[in-house]
Every structure is written in structure tokens, then in C-alpha cells.
């Protein structure tokens, strides 16, 4: 029997087959589609089966190339924890992730703790993408999303990164013009402020814990909640935002609180990654700088 020599051919598979994809591939690995491919090859000339059948989509296991992918996968992942765990941390954290973010959580406080972790970790290659819509990880190729709000059951590894708490917010020229909002079911009465005018309902408590929902009337719809703090200074409506994002504007007074006896439920934010991408350390500890970033 002939000795197996090309594991580093195998560890370039089982990274496309994790990926999906050649592109994908070589976005995680930043190895060249062609160097893929030609390695890919040599490896199926070596074992003398086909392992991958190319589409438009993608790449596509065979019979051979799934059960090479099974029985080889986590034997790799092992040997890489296996290295990393007697390299020095800067050391072990190094390659590339790619990111998808939500666009103002990134601006305000992801993107400058991605910053700092790359100046101390400065093997490590971001490549950082600014979305709303939900990005698929496996299909587009990324290592962890952020999302916000509740999430789907899914296949995939979970931690939330922080719970913020949200006010109810207006101007004090609109709250002025508007004496008849007493109550959240006023709300659906007067201009309100959201990341969308459809499917917008707000969750409010009271002192004793009593919930009501309540579904606004939207006047003004921007997708950055920036966009809608400006919108609140400039009296087009009451707003539901984070606390972080306003303290500036209520402590100035250019914001105040609207029905200060309702809480709207806090926003969850939450990190999102496949559970047997080779990357798990690096994704690890970017989501745990997430973490501190919010303590």
C-alpha cells in the first residue's frame, strides 16, 4: 500500500468543502481559487477518485469526497487545536474571518473593538461587511454575523453579545404639540419613528411589570438608527432607541423621555457562527471582545 503523503492537500479540502465553494474558500483561507482548484485536482489524481463535482453554485461532495469529508474533518480540527494550544495566543490567532455586522452597532462600538483587536493580534485579516438583511454564513462564506432581535432555530452556534435597554424618545417641541399621548395606546395615533414601516410592534412594561404591545403609527422609516435619532431631534416623532445611542441627546435635552412610566423590552444582540468552521478559536475571541465591548 502506497503512503499517503498530501495531508495538506486534505486540509485544503476539507476548508472548500466547509466553505462550499472555491470563492468561499478562498475568501477564509486567502489562497487563491486557482491554487484550490489545482490542488484539489492532484489530490483526486493521488487517491484516484473524484471527490467534488463543480457547479455554478458551488462545488457538490460526491459519494467518496463526503465520506472523505466525514471521517477526516474532525481529526483536522483536533490537530489544529492540538497545535494552537501549545502556540503563543498571538501566534495561534491568525488567518482571516469574514464578518457581516449590523450597520450601527458596528459604527458605534463592533467596528472599534474589531480595531483594537487587530492591533494586538495583527496576523489576524478582517474582512468586515456592514448589513441589515439577514446574510446567509454558509451560502455567502462568513465566519460570524451579528444579528439583533429574536433569532430562527438553527443548526448554527449561538452567544449573545449583550442586551440593551431601549426609551421611548421624542422632542420636547412634538411632545408639546401632542398633550393626548397618556398612554401606549396613544401611540398609534400620533407620527412615530422605526427601522421599517411594516411588522413594527413595540413591547412596553409598566413599574408593575404589567406588558401591552402596541403597534405605532410609522411616519418616518430609515434603516439606521442614526438617521432616526436625528429624525426624533428634529421633532418628526417618537422613536424607540437604545440607551447608548441617546445618552448625548438626553443629557443635552434636545431628547426626552415619552411615557417615562413604559419600558420598551430591551434588543438582544447576538453572535452567530457554524460549528465546525476551523476558525471557531479566532471567532471565539472576537465574540468575546463583542462581549467586553458592551460590559
Known amino acids: 500500500m502506497k503512503t499517503f503523503v498530501d495531508f495538506d492537500g486534505l486540509a485544503l479540502f476539507i476548508r472548500v468543502a466547509q466553505a462550499g465553494g472555491l470563492a468561499a474558500a478562498e475568501r477564509a483561507t486567502g489562497i ?3 491554487t484550490l482548484s489545482r490542488r484539489l485536482t492532484a489530490l483526486e ?3 484516484n477518485v473524484r471527490l467534488v463535482r463543480r457547479t455554478k453554485k458551488g462545488i457538490v461532495l460526491t459519494e467518496h469526497g463526503q465520506q472523505l469529508y466525514d471521517r477526516s474533518r474532525d481529526a483536522f480540527l483536533l490537530a489544529e487545536e492540538a497545535v494552537a494550544g501549545v502556540q503563543d495566543e498571538k ?3 491568525s488567518g482571516t474571518v469574514r464578518l457581516s455586522l449590523p450597520p450601527d452597532m458596528a459604527t458605534e462600538v463592533l467596528a472599534p473593538a474589531l480595531i483594537k483587536f487587530k492591533a494586538n ?5 478582517i474582512d468586515m461587511t456592514l448589513a441589515d438583511r439577514r446574510v446567509s454564513l454558509v451560502e455567502e462564506g462568513y465566519d460570524l454575523v451579528v444579528r439583533m432581535g429574536s433569532l430562527a432555530d438553527s443548526g448554527l452556534i449561538s452567544k449573545k453579545i449583550a442586551s440593551l435597554p ?3 424618545v421624542a422632542s420636547p417641541t412634538f411632545l408639546e404639540a401632542h398633550p393626548e399621548i397618556k398612554g401606549p395606546q396613544d401611540l398609534r395615533n400620533v407620527p412615530a419613528l422605526a427601522i421599517r414601516r ?3 410592534e ?6 408593575d411589570g404589567v406588558v401591552t404591545n402596541v403597534t405605532p403609527k410609522i411616519g418616518f422609516a430609515a434603516n439606521r438608527q442614526t438617521i432616526l435619532i436625528d429624525a426624533a431631534v428634529a421633532g418628526l416623532g417618537i422613536a424607540n432607541l437604545p440607551n447608548f445611542m441617546i445618552e448625548q441627546h438626553l443629557a443635552s435635552g ?5 411615557l417615562p412610566e413604559w419600558v420598551p423590552s430591551p434588543v438582544e444582540m447576538t453572535a452567530l457562527w457554524q460549528k465546525d468552521r476551523i476558525t471557531a478559536r479566532l471567532v471565539k475571541a472576537i465574540v468575546a471582545t463583542f462581549v467586553e465591548a458592551f460590559e
Not at 493580534?121 to 485579516?125: G, L
Not at 434636545?254 to 415619552?258: N, R
Request: hydrophobic content about 50%.
Open 32 to 34: 487563491s481559487k486557482a
Open 202 to 207: 413595540w413591547d412596553l412594561r409598566d413599574r
Open 198 to 200: 411594516d411588522l413594527v
Open 121 to 125: 493580534y495583527p496576523d489576524v485579516v
Open 45 to 47: 489524481d493521488t487517491l
Open 166 to 168: 431601549r426609551t421611548l
Open 91 to 93: 501566534v495561534a490567532l
Open 254 to 258: 434636545k431628547l426626552v423621555q415619552a
